[in-house]
């Protein structure tokens, strides 16, 4: 077995047809059956059934996914350390939600990089599955979430609580209404939202990103729940308005990472992380005062 099989299974899986991965990967169809056909000989299983509609898995063919992803990402990672250029001690991969990324993270690498220049940083966006997972297989160094799962050799730590509010493109107008987008931030956001609306249906309009909800109620108007980070530059320049008598709730960010790990720099990455999440904490809380 070699990549490329492994890469044009994937490329098969993600488009459908032996035909479109050809022309995605820039080789003949011919090629892409002949690495397919290696592969499947490599695992003794057959991966596909083609048909006129395309390629379909098969059992194992469904079962392999989940594995090449893993052979992809690690062989990537290799790389990444391996071919660290000497002025580099070590190299760091970090993952989080997309929500984390939005001022956070950012200045957190942009610190990170003055303070610490002869390490490398590897920043990658997710969701809670991929990046627990990929933690447990040591794809990812550490990751920041909202619902973490809990895992032998797994260290899992509160950093810091996130204040989600209540955002509108029109203040005036009654409140809950069809505009109202439903952002899934997890079960104890649900269980908030849950308490305070009780009555409430579910939404027309759900999202499973803040950053997306944002988008579509400045593009067609509405409402959603965002973490005050995200909020205040909005207000601040007019672009939404904090719904008025809207209640603010309360969304744990979680830090998760190995007890156990070779990486010689995580224990001083995470302890930069604990430092930048208790000046997150502080600013949101002077932050919630101007929503007050």
């Not at 379909?56 to 090449?68: D, E, I, Y």
């Not at 993952?95 to 990658?124: H, K, N, T």
């Not at 609306?197 to 988008?215: F, H, K, M, S, T």
């Not at 980070?229 to 998760?256: H, N, T």
């Amino acid at each position: 077995m070699d990549m490329n099989q492994v890469r044009t299974f994937l490329a098969v899986v993600a488009n459908g047809s032996f035909l479109e991965a050809a022309s995605r990967l820039h080789v003949t169809q011919s090629t892409v059956s002949g690495r397919i056909q290696g592969l499947e000989t490599f695992l003794g299983a057959t991966l596909f059934v083609r048909n006129r509609s395309g390629a379909k898995l098969t059992p194992a063919g469904k079962r392999f996914v989940h594995h090449a992803k893993s052979i992809v990402l690690t062989l990537d990672q290799a790389l990444h350390d391996v071919g660290l250029p000497s002025r580099y001690r070590a190299s760091i991969t970090i993952g989080a939600r997309i929500a984390l990324w939005e001022v956070f993270l950012p200045q957190w690498v942009g610190e990170m990089r003055l303070s610490s220049p002869d390490i490398s940083i590897r920043s990658e966006i997710g969701f809670e599955e991929d990046l627990m997972r990929r933690v447990i297989e040591g794809n990812i160094d550490v990751a920041l979430m909202y619902t973490p799962q809990h895992s032998p050799g797994i260290k899992v730590e509160r950093i810091f609580d996130e204040t989600l509010v209540l955002l509108t493109t029109d203040p005036t107008k009654p409140w809950p209404n069809e505009d109202y987008i439903y952002v899934d931030w997890g079960p104890s956001f649900y269980a908030q939202h849950s308490s305070n609306y009780p009555d409430l249906e579910r939404p027309a309009q759900v999202v499973n990103i803040g950053w997306l909800g944002v988008q579509i109620i400045l593009s067609n108007g509405g409402s959603c729940f965002v973490p005050v980070r995200m909020a205040e530059p909005l207000i601040r320049a007019g672009k939404l308005f904090l719904m008025p008598d809207s209640p603010q709730f309360k969304l744990p960010a979680y830090m998760v990472y190995p007890h156990n790990s070779e990486s010689v720099v995580l224990e001083q990455v995470v302890k930069h992380l604990r430092q930048k999440a208790k000046l997150e904490q502080q600013k949101t809380l002077q932050v919630d005062g101007l929503f007050e």
